[in-house]
T-cell receptor
Framework: AQSVTQLDSQVPVFEEAPVELRCNYS??????LFWYVQYPNQGLQLLLK??????LVESINGFEAEFNKSQTSFHLRKPSVHISDTAEYFC?????????????FGAGTRLAVHP | DVKVTQSSRYLVKRTGEKVFLECVQD?????MFWYRQDPGLGLRLIYF???????EKGDIPEGYSVSREKKERFSLILESASTNQTSMYLC??????????????FGDGTRLSIL
């Protein structure tokens, strides 16, 4: 069965520092990969996605993620974070599991950006 | 923009009550989903629906049921609320088809407390 592991439950970082949020997935078939962000008291919003093609995907607010098939990873990075990036980030894989198509989420990583 | 609206942001109910959580989307999406979100567990799929009057169990359907009488509305029902159903509930939708490559659009969530 497919699964998603986010290796860090919490990541504290200072403003303007770089950050990497790690995500590994297990799957024996082709998958689609997503990062969602959840700001306080809100639902999830799509940050970026990998469907096919270039393994490096970017979001409009400076985040990027790289699909690494050999390591089954889809880590999220940002070279310089802002206070406003404080949120919870979820990695997800879209695959057929248990006989139906579904989105499988990791447990989430809480990013706390400090001044 | 897709709008997914959940009728209540916060809800407090008593053990044994029948509880209804409502979700409406305005983009004519075929697929709708109900998740619960718990700290350290990420999002877990309760039920989903591919079409009107159609429903499928997700990973944790016990204690819940759903109703989809109209395309835009998907209701989650707690038949007899228990304290272990205290959680954040999120509704989502996607366009029709296999939807594996489609990002899901989420509502802002309903934080439900069962006393």
């Amino acid at each position: 069965a497919q699964s998603v592991t986010q290796l860090d439950s919490q990541v504290p970082v200072f403003e303007e520092a770089p950050v990497e949020l790690r995500c590994n997935y297990s799957s024996s078939v082709s998958v689609y990969l997503f990062w969602y962000v959840q700001y306080p008291n809100q639902g999830l919003q799509l940050l970026l996605k990998y469907l096919s093609g270039s393994t490096l995907v970017e979001s409009i607010n400076g985040f990027e993620a790289e699909f690494n098939k050999s390591q089954t990873s889809f880590h999220l990075r940002k070279p310089s974070v802002h206070i406003s990036d404080t949120a919870e980030y979820f990695c997800a894989v879209s695959a057929n599991s248990g006989g139906y198509n579904k989105l499988i989420f990791g447990a989430g990583t809480r990013l706390a950006v400090h001044p | 923009d897709v709008k997914v609206t959940q009728s209540s942001r916060y809800l407090v109910k008593r053990t044994g009550e029948k509880v209804f959580l409502e979700c409406v989307q305005d983009m004519d999406h075929e697929n709708m989903f109900w998740y619960r979100q718990d700290p350290g567990l990420g999002l877990r799929l309760i039920y989903f629906s591919y079409d009107v009057k159609m429903k499928e169990k997700g990973d944790i359907p016990e204690g819940y049921s759903v109703s989809r009488e109209k395309k835009e509305r998907f209701s989650l029902i707690l038949e007899s609320a228990s304290t272990n159903q205290t959680s954040m509930y999120l509704c989502a939708s996607t366009p029709g088809g296999a939807f594996l490559d489609q990002p899901q659009h989420f509502g802002d969530g309903t934080r439900l407390s069962i006393l």
